[in-house]
């Protein structure tokens, strides 16, 4: 069976990327950036999922305002980086999990959820940004990815409620695929930031960490902000942290934070990354019964 072993959220700043394409990580102003995510690195490097799930949003890069759905998987074997005015990124294409992203779609669609099939899908800074800050710069991405494109840039976007019940019926299909599959999913976009108008350059750390509080200890109280107080507190484009919910929604009740970083600013926008992981691991042991066990083979060796 496939399991979701544990989630990720990070924002997803287009300018984070220009700084690795142009090898700027190590300037005084990105390398505080670029520091708080070498642990997450490692954390990738030790985890080794079998597959990602990635909650992002396209900003008008694959989806032009002419068609914008709600929610759309990439159900394709690859996804190209888009070009989003200045050339693709030179990242590697996305490798997609076709069998994997079909079987959720079925799952979650007959779920009553309404899902749109994107058969063809070009991946922009909201996916690749994260994909870098975590797994590095790698040739090729670790694992096949599954794209899953929400709408945060033109009004309505789904109520944080609504994006939670879909990382529940995510949680759901994902565990009845037959496949012993340790899946990982991320929830990008955000902290606070507003890009445009008159509160462009908004910052609302307060808020951000309460954000980052909650969606540990107390996530359902998130799924009842609605837009307007997320916007109020957190800036137009703070709603991307809606995407945070189907990402939660897809673990379980308890589960453990194993590392968070937050910075303020890169460009407009208050960065914020936490790593949560389920309590029930899978192809691992838990620390105590590691403990356990190795206390059991001690006391039988000191008897034999
Ligand atoms: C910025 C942040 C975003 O999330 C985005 O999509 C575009 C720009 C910024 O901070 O500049
Ligand atoms: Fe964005």
Not at 161 to 183: H, Q
Not at 195 to 212: E, M, P, T, W
Request: hydrophobic share 40%.
């Amino acid at each position: 069976m496939a399991r979701i072993i544990a989630g990720v959220t990070s924002s997803h700043v287009p300018a984070i990327g220009a700084a690795i394409d142009n090898h700027r990580t190590s300037e005084p102003y990105w390398q505080r950036v670029f520091e708080g995510f070498e642990r997450s690195k490692e954390w990738m490097a030790q985890t080794k999922p079998d597959v990602i799930i990635c909650v992002y949003n396209d900003h008008a890069s694959a989806f032009s305002v002419e068609v914008i759905p709600t929610f759309a998987l990439g159900c394709a074997a690859e996804f190209p980086p888009a070009d989003e005015g200045w050339g693709p990124r030179p990242v590697p294409v996305v490798k997609g999990h076709p069998e994997l992203a079909s079987h959720i779609a079925q799952s979650v669609i007959l779920d009553e959820f309404d899902l749109t099939i994107a058969n063809k899908l070009e991946v922009d800074h909201g996916l690749t940004v994260p994909l870098n800050l975590v797994c590095g710069s790698p040739k090729e991405w670790p694992c096949p990815v599954i794209p899953l494109a929400v709408n945060v840039v033109m009004y309505p976007p789904p109520t944080g409620n609504r994006c939670w019940m879909l990382g529940r019926a995510i949680k759901k299909a994902v565990e009845s695929y037959p496949e012993d599959l340790r899946v990982v999913i991320f929830g990008t976009g955000g902290m606070s930031h507003q890009i445009s108008g008159q509160r462009a350059g908004l910052i609302n750390s307060k808020f951000d960490h309460a954000f980052l509080d909650n969606l540990t200890k107390n996530p359902k109280k998130l799924t009842r902000i609605s837009h307007l107080e997320l916007m109020r507190e957190a800036g137009a484009e703070g709603i991307e942290m809606v995407m945070w919910l189907i990402m939660r929604g897809a673990l379980d009740d308890q589960v453990d934070e194993v590392y968070r970083f937050y910075t303020v600013p890169a460009s407009n926008t208050a960065v914020g990354h936490i790593i949560l992981e389920n309590r029930k691991k899978v192809g691992k042991k838990p620390a105590a019964k590691l403990k356990r066990a190795a206390a059991r083979k001690k006391v039988q060796r000191i008897r034999s």
